[in-house]
């Protein structure tokens, strides 16, 4: 989703603006744009790429602030105009904005009675000028600042400068991430770390509703009453946010071959001198609970299905799954000792931090398994635990789902005091390479899909978990429409669309239920399908595609799941398409 720069006190800003911006690619965005002021306000923007921008800007520009952004349309299509930075009706107020102002309209009615015109169909050009209404009656920014905090609903962070300060950036944040990084006579404004860590690893994180100024020497911050706040720096593990492709051709395969020494990292975190290593206290906490609520998006609502299912067969604690924007239309709480788990590999997708406020409200104990030390779910819920999987950059998520599995299963083992879980995840996170063995058949099978319209997956039990996560990975980038069934489910009405057109993808890596999953081969293959098979040796038959060597069958997720991504990074570069950033996809979801 959207990324925000914005410098003070930097030589030339122009490095500094468009590298961090080509740092923020990875969040998924359709336009970009910059403003700085010399001799007067400069704005250019386009619908496109960084590298677009770049051929647009000036090479050097020498002035005191710039600001940057990368936009994901979610007010007004994707095209110049609409593209950010804006500028206030009275060409004052220079704004970058990520978010979503949920009653923009209604001020934007105001200000047209007050005589302001619009120019693009942005929530973003309405708070320029509500700023800017407040700044001709006090000509005070930080007083403007802070009545329109007031007046604002919605998500933001926002970087700007003024017109009759160019030596000055102003910052103001609500529900979006905002950091400031400061450095030795300049300060740096981002959304994101990994865009200043380069030039410095001294950061301020906003809090919500805190806005400030920032100049060159200087940072001061202030709460929505006005009173300044003394804010700590903190720093970031340089290792967690560093963006490096290591010589890899695209991230999805840098961080796919990055999977077994992601579970090393987690297993040696958190299991230590032969026993599980977790806060007692929350340990204590999970023990205690009689319900597990599980709430995440995406490829983590299908980690957090396997997390439930673990706790329930291992741990002996039933559980419920949702998706977050759901469960937040519809909070669902069971049981008289409830306890959240939330899993986001950002830590910001709004829809998660919209659950959280209930939450809060309901003071049900809650954690959250985030790969993104800082995030907001991170600082905010009552306990965090991280993923420790480095950098995820690659929109579609690979490491960040095993290593939230893993984790699960190794929380589990925590709760329910089984030793063997931490051994049955070493010995499986030690058969992930054996997929690899297997890349030249996954790249056969990739050849054959890639022109299909519409495909299956099936699976029992948690081949059937996992299949959910493969669908999803393929759907997300080689296009291909993709379902995932319990294989028990076909024949009450997914069978009807099966003809010799539908390549199923089947897994069997448990016992219990490959003679059943063998029956479902037949149905389909009796309806034209072409079938290929993912077992493991001892349930293997003579022409399955892939066999892997025997694993513990409640692990298919940590080990298996390596295939899927392997088959849909390699139909998603067979196809042409660029598999690192997927049409429409955005690495973090910040708005609901
Ligand atoms: C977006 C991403 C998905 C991700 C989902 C949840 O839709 O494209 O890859 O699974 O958000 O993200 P989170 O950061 O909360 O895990």
């Known amino acids: 989703m959207c990324g925000i720069v914005g410098s003070v006190g930097l030589h030339n800003p122009h490095d500094y603006i468009l590298d961090g911006l080509k740092l923020l690619n990875y969040r998924g965005y359709d336009s970009a744009g910059l403003a700085y002021f010399e001799h007067g306000i400069k704005i250019y923007?386009?619908?496109?790429?960084?590298?677009?921008?770049?051929?647009l800007v000036p090479h050097n520009f020498s002035s005191l602030v710039a600001i940057g952004h990368t936009r994901w349309a979610t007010h007004g299509v994707a095209n110049k105009t609409n593209s950010h930075p804006h500028?206030?009706?009275?060409?004052?107020?220079t704004i970058v904005h990520n978010g979503v102002i949920e009653n923009y309209q209604e001020i934007k009615n105001f200000l047209l009675k007050e005589k302001y015109d619009f120019y693009s169909e942005t929530d973003t050009e309405v708070i320029a000028n509500l700023l800017d209404y407040f700044y001709t009656k006090n000509n005070d920014m930080l007083?403007?600042?802070k009545e329109s905090i007031s007046l604002i609903n919605g998500s933001y962070a926002i970087c700007l400068f003024n017109d009759d300060h160019p030596d000055v950036l102003y910052v103001m944040k609500r529900s979006s991430p905002l950091l400031i990084g400061h450095g030795d006579g300049f300060n740096l404004v981002s959304s994101d770390a990994s865009a200043m860590i380069?030039?410095?690893?001294?950061?301020?994180?906003?809090?919500?509703?805190?806005?400030?100024?920032?100049?060159?020497?200087?940072?001061?911050?202030?709460?929505?009453?006005?009173?300044?706040?003394?804010?700590?720096?903190?720093s970031r593990d340089i290792a967690?946010?560093?963006i490096d492709l290591k010589g890899y051709p695209h991230y999805m395969v840098k961080e796919i071959e990055e999977i077994p020494d992601v579970c090393a990292k987690l297993l040696s975190t958190y299991y230590k001198d032969g026993d599980y290593h977790f806060d007692k206290e929350l340990i204590d906490a999970l023990s205690k609970a009689n319900h597990i609520i599980f709430i995440a998006c995406g490829t983590s609502y299908h980690a957090s299905l396997v997390g439930g299912r673990l706790f329930e067969s291992f741990a002996n604690i039933s559980t419920s799954e949702y998706i977050a924007s759901e469960w937040?239309?519809?909070?669902?709480i069971t049981g008289e000792w409830p306890f959240v788990i939330m899993l986001s590999q950002s830590g910001e997708t709004a829809d998660l931090i919209s659950c959280l406020k209930i939450i809060e409200e309901k003071k049900i104990p809650s954690l959250v398994i985030t790969n993104t030390e800082g995030s907001t779910l991170d600082r905010k819920c009552q306990y965090s635990l991280l993923l420790h999987a480095g950098k995820e950059v690659s929109v579609a998520s690979t490491k960040a789902y095993v290593a939230q599995v893993s984790l699960l299963a190794l929380i589990v083992g925590a709760v329910s005091k089984q030793k063997y879980i931490y051994e049955d995840l070493l010995k499986a996170t030690s058969y992930i390479n054996n997929v690899q063995n297997n890349i030249e058949k996954i790249r056969n099978i990739a050849s054959n899909i890639k022109k299909s319209e519409s495909l299956y997956f099936l699976g029992r039990g948690y081949d059937y978990l996992l299949s959910l996560e493969a669908s999803l990975k393929l759907k997300e980038v080689s296009y291909i429409h993709s379902e995932a069934f319990p294989?028990?489910?076909?024949?009450?009405?997914?069978?009807?669309l099966i003809d010799k057109n539908t390549p199923v993808i089947v897994f069997i890596t448990d016992e219990e239920n490959a003679v059943h999953m063998r029956?479902?081969?037949?149905?389909?293959?009796?309806?034209?399908?072409?079938?290929?098979?993912?077992?493991?040796?001892?349930?293997?038959?003579?022409?399955?595609?892939?066999?892997?060597?025997?694993?513990?069958?409640?692990?298919?997720?940590?080990?298996?799941?390596?295939?899927?991504?392997?088959?849909?990074?390699?139909?998603?570069?067979?196809?042409?398409?660029?598999?690192?950033?997927?049409?429409?996809?955005?690495?973090?979801?910040t708005v609901e």
């Not at 400030?212 to 300044?228: P, R, S």
């Not at 937040?328 to 669902?332: K, Q, V």
């Not at 294989?487 to 069978?495: A, L, R």
């Not at 892997?548 to 799941?561: C, G, H, K, R």
């Open 240 to 242: 967690d946010i560093a």
């Open 45 to 55: 923007k386009d619908k496109g790429s960084v590298e677009h921008l770049e051929t």
């Open 198 to 234: 380069k030039y410095t690893n001294k950061f301020i994180d906003l809090n919500d509703k805190e806005y400030g100024i920032v100049t060159k020497d200087n940072i001061q911050i202030f709460n929505e009453k006005g009173e300044a706040v003394n804010k700590e720096y903190i």
């Open 143 to 145: 007083m403007s600042i």
């Open 87 to 93: 500028l206030s009706y009275h060409q004052k107020i």
């Open 519 to 589: 029956n479902n081969i037949q149905e389909v293959v009796a309806r034209g399908a072409k079938v290929y098979v993912i077992s493991t040796k001892s349930l293997a038959k003579k022409d399955d595609d892939i066999v892997l060597d025997d694993f513990p069958y409640y692990l298919t997720s940590v080990v298996s799941s390596t295939f899927a991504f392997y088959l849909a990074y390699y139909t998603s570069l067979l196809k042409g398409y660029n598999v690192d950033r997927p049409r429409n996809l955005a690495k973090s979801v």
């Open 487 to 496: 294989g028990g489910e076909i024949k009450h009405g997914p069978i009807a």
């Open 328 to 332: 937040a239309n519809h909070p669902r």
